[in-house]
């Protein structure tokens, strides 16, 4: 049983930055491909971005490529989302998630994930 816990959330501008962490306890972190989905108010829950066991290979959603980045530490088992240049529509609860596999095919299929943790919420004001 892996235990996902998300933090780093808060408010801030358009045109600023965030970083959002993601500790992970209760199994072999490295084993694991992590992503990072996102549900804004009133809409489903999207896929953000998605890394392997490793780090070696990425994978993003077109609505933030080249804004956002996904890596991890395995060392010190947390993943991480570096933000930057946010926009108003980035406003979301982002989720950080973990399955056995990593492939870009099905990144975005929530049904493949085994894990999820709780939230850390994203506020981008205009």
């Known amino acids: 049983q892996v235990h996902l816990v998300e933090s780093g959330g808060g408010l801030v501008q358009a045109g600023g930055s965030l970083r959002l962490s993601c500790a992970a306890s209760?199994?072999?972190?490295?084993?694991?491909?992590m992503a990072w989905f996102r549900q804004a108010p009133g809409k489903e829950r999207q896929f953000v971005a998605l890394?392997?066991?490793?780090?070696?290979?990425?994978y993003y959603a077109d609505s933030v490529k080249g804004r956002f980045t996904i890596s991890r530490d395995n060392a010190k088992n947390t993943l991480y989302l570096q933000m930057n240049s946010l926009k108003p529509e980035d406003t979301a609860l982002y989720y950080c998630?973990?399955?056995?596999?990593?492939?870009?095919?099905?990144?975005?299929?929530?049904?493949?994930?085994?894990?999820w943790g709780q939230g850390t919420q994203v506020t981008v004001s205009a």
């Open positions: 209760g199994g072999t972190f490295s084993s694991y491909a």
């Open positions: 890394v392997s066991g490793f780090g070696s290979r990425t």
């Open positions: 998630a973990a399955r056995t596999y990593y492939s870009t095919t099905d990144a975005y299929m929530q049904s493949q994930y085994n894990y």
